[in-house]
């Protein structure tokens, strides 16, 4: 399991961390994801997924 912590533009209020945290968990080899207001804070399985994915994910919300 890898780590990371990205930094997050464009988030306002619980529900935008809320819909970061439910995308990012629903993603494939994501075991844990924490958000808030300026970052997120992922736990995934390197061997399934990678951080350019993870980016992706967030992107896909309307988030850089």
């Known amino acids: 399991m890898k780590k990371i912590e990205l930094n997050i ?12 945290k439910d995308s990012l968990t629903d993603h494939n080899g994501v075991k ?14 390197e061997r399934i997924t990678d951080e350019k994915q993870l980016i992706k994910v967030i992107e ?3 988030y850089t």
């Open 9 to 20: 533009k464009g988030i306002h209020c619980g529900s935008c961390t809320m819909l970061i």
């Open 32 to 45: 844990d994801a924490a958000v808030d207001l300026k970052k997120a804070t992922i736990t995934y399985d």
């Open 60 to 62: 896909s919300e309307g």
